[in-house]
Nanobody
C-alpha cells in the first residue's frame, strides 16, 4: 500500500497549512475500512499521534492540536486531509500519514512542516 503525503512547507506562526494523503493503489473498500491518521515527529522526539479518523468519521486529536487542527476523509477519493490553523513553532515536525486496521498499519513517506516564529 502506498500512501502519498503532500502539503508541507514553511509558514509563519499563526498561519495555516493543509496536508493531504492519498492512497491511489488501495482498493476503495479497503480504504473505507481503515482508520486514517496523521502522526508527527519533531527532531529528537518520538513520533506522536496528531489526529485520526475512523471509517465512520469519528475523530481523535492530540490535546496540543485540539481546536486548531481538523482531520477529514474523502472515501471516494481515498484521501485524508489535515487542516492546520493557528500554527505554532512547536508544530514543526515531519508529518506522516498512516492507515491502520487491527495490527496492520501502513505509513506514508512524511512531509515536513516548518513553522517560523
Amino acid at each position: 500500500v502506498q500512501l502519498q503525503a503532500s502539503g508541507g512547507g514553511l509558514v509563519q506562526a499563526g498561519g495555516s497549512l493543509r496536508l493531504s494523503c492519498k492512497a491511489p493503489r488501495m482498493i476503495t473498500s479497503t480504504f473505507n475500512s481503515y482508520v486514517m491518521g496523521w502522526y508527527r515527529q519533531a527532531p529528537g522526539k518520538q513520533r506522536e499521534l496528531v489526529a485520526d479518523i475512523t471509517p465512520y468519521r469519528a475523530t481523535n486529536y492530540a490535546d496540543s492540536v485540539k481546536g486548531r487542527f481538523t482531520i477529514s476523509r474523502d472515501n471516494s477519493k481515498k484521501t485524508v486531509s489535515l487542516q492546520m490553523n493557528s500554527l505554532k513553532p512547536d508544530d514543526t515536525a515531519v508529518y506522516y500519514c498512516s492507515s491502520k486496521q487491527g495490527t496492520t498499519e501502513y505509513w506514508g513517506q512524511g512531509t515536513l512542516v516548518t513553522v517560523s516564529s
